[in-house]
T-cell receptor, first 114, second 113 residues
Framework: NAGVTQTPKFRVLKTGQSMTLLCAQDMNHEYMYWYRQDPGMGLRLIHY???????AKGEVPDGYNVSRLKKQNFLLGLESAAPSQTSVYFC?????????????FGPGTRLTVT | SQELEQSPQSLIVQEGKNLTINCTSSKTLYGLYWYKQKYGEGLIFLMMLQKGGEEKSHEKITAKLDEKKQQSSLHITASQPSHAGIYLC?????????????FGGGTRLMVKP
């Protein structure tokens, strides 16, 4: 099993450009999450999904959109990138139910917006 | 996250020494989760604590949730270089509202051989 994979690993964008980050999991997990990690601020939840076709806002959703058209994939989009979105982005997945908080993380995508 | 405060922010210890990392919340924690992040990688789940006074151990790492469920400590005995990394506590502070976790700022641990 590959677990949780993220594409790309690194990306540099100019202000105003758009891009999509792809997250894929092969564990048949119901729940998927997108976080950003900034120095000294830990992980902050951007959006999450509790099933195919459903998405919900997390703590810091502004400037991002997501889609979960297939159970195994969770896409994070930046329509018009801003320097404040420079960060490391992590995708995670988990089972549904009482064990859903044990989340499995991808290796991260390092995004720089200039 | 301002809801969860971790201390210390960074720690350098000599191999073989014991250490403790704390995670404190002003709200009742419905669940407390410890993760470890190796530098440049994703997070790996360590332990989950849900009941007040609960204590769990895995190899040389012990985590405890206090009776009031507002503070957790992670203790490493006889530290090794393999323990180096960033330790993050995550918590459910909403009480089953969307399975969301909020995370502390992390503690960077370095173990000197």
């Amino acid at each position: 099993n590959a677990g949780v994979t993220q594409t790309p690993k690194f990306r540099v964008l100019k202000t105003g450009q758009s891009m999509t980050l792809l997250c894929a999991q092969d564990m048949n997990h119901e729940y998927m999450y997108w976080y950003r990690q900034d120095p000294g601020m830990g992980l902050r939840l951007i959006h999450y999904s509790v099933g195919e076709g459903t998405t919900a806002k997390g703590e810091v959703p502004d400037g991002y959109n997501v889609s979960r058209l297939k159970k195994q994939n969770f896409l994070l989009g930046l329509e018009s990138a801003a320097p404040s979105q420079t960060s490391v982005y992590f995708c995670a997945s988990s089972r549904a139910g009482v064990s859903s908080y044990e989340q499995y993380f991808g290796p991260g995508t390092r995004l720089t917006v200039t | 996250s301002q809801e969860l405060e971790q201390s210390p922010q960074s720690l350098i210890v000599q191999e073989g020494k014991n250490l403790t990392i704390n995670c404190t919340s002003s709200k009742t924690l419905y669940g407390l989760y410890w993760y470890k992040q190796k530098y440049g990688e994703g997070l790996i789940f360590l332990m989950m604590l849900q009941k007040g006074g609960e204590e769990k151990s895995h190899e040389k790492i012990t985590a405890k949730l206090d009776e009031k469920k507002q503070q957790s400590s992670l203790h490493i005995t006889a530290s090794q270089p393999s323990h180096a990394g960033i330790y993050l506590c995550g918590a459910d502070i909403w009480g089953n509202a969307g399975n969301m976790l909020t995370f502390g700022g992390g503690t960077r641990l370095m173990v000197k051989p």
